[in-house]
């Protein structure tokens, strides 16, 4: 018995396909693209597969796809399908509506990644909203694992492991579904962090880091080979350094300064001018702080873990509020049990801000 990845076939040519995609971009999924173009939904054969595994004199596989109308037409032409294997994958933002559409109107199996070993999770999107980017900035959602008492680390500045196995799992899920992922140098001098995916199937986002003065070890983690990593300074930041990063293959970006380090709307508008529509934000406390002082949070996503810490370090410094009417409202609550840990997301209302819009 061999195993044997779904065979495309020959299908609609490039320029057909391009066309499809055209007609995606404008709104419509897969299906409708194709059939607004006079296309067929799939047009996609599998003889010449089957062909050839019959000639190499074997009757009996098992499939590795999500579709089970290839294992239906292997198994017309005569080969044996004794197993069919969904590729399981933690969907990105720009292809869910894809995968979303595959399973909903074609019959494909589900391709979301939802558990580690024993261990379930809910959908990342569910956690992250509806996504919707401007031209000004990218869609901006913070997630922070807390103890009850809400201290995202100790006095001392221990953090690991407020959350369990689980929480960090959907926390990777949650990387793999955005662009990029963000933290300030205070946490990469702190934990030396990855910001990678690695305990759920996906690829990793681009690591961005706020370093006001390059303060951030050429020997990082965040600046190692397994992802590409953008630094957002300011005109402080040593220029040798700056030569130095980027002969590592790592890009350095010059911004304005603003009260609290690098200017925050000049670092989104930055991001979203490279095609970053999605930013996922991990930490630590000074920039959830100022972004959420700044109205920049499309949503909030908290895992809550049964630990009390008492003194330590707050999730969220000063906001200036005054009373709690000028708190920041949140809506849209979902909440899901997860191991020991209770995780929450919300949207940030943002009426003190610009019309986010959307493209």
Sequence with gaps: MIYVTGHEGRGVGLINKLRSYVVQDAGADTVDANLHLGLPVDDRKYDDAASVLCALGIDS????????????????????VVGLEPLHVAAHNRNINYLQTKRNRLGHLRPLAGEVGSLQFPDPGKLLGSIRSSSRRPYVAVKYAQSVDGRIATAVGDSKWISGEGERAVSHSLRARCDACMVGIGTVLLDDPQLTVR??????????VLDTTLRIPLAASVLEGDAAT?????????????????????????????????DMPAALASLRGSGIKSLLVEGGSKVITELLREHLVDRLVVACAPVILGRGVAAVGDLRVARVSQGLSLTNRSVFVLDDDVMLAWDVSNNNSDARGSE
């Design 61 to 80: 596989i098992r499939l590795l796809s999500n579709n089970p109308d290839k294992a239906a037409a292997l198994s017309r032409a005569g080969l044996e």
């Design 199 to 208: 305990m759920v199937p996906g690829a990793s986002p681009i690591r961005v």
């Design 230 to 262: 953008v630094i957002l300074t300011t005109a402080r930041a040593d220029h040798k350094k700056i030569e130095q990063l980027r002969r590592q293959g790592v890009s350095v970006r010059v911004l304005p300064e603003g009260p609290a380090g690098v």
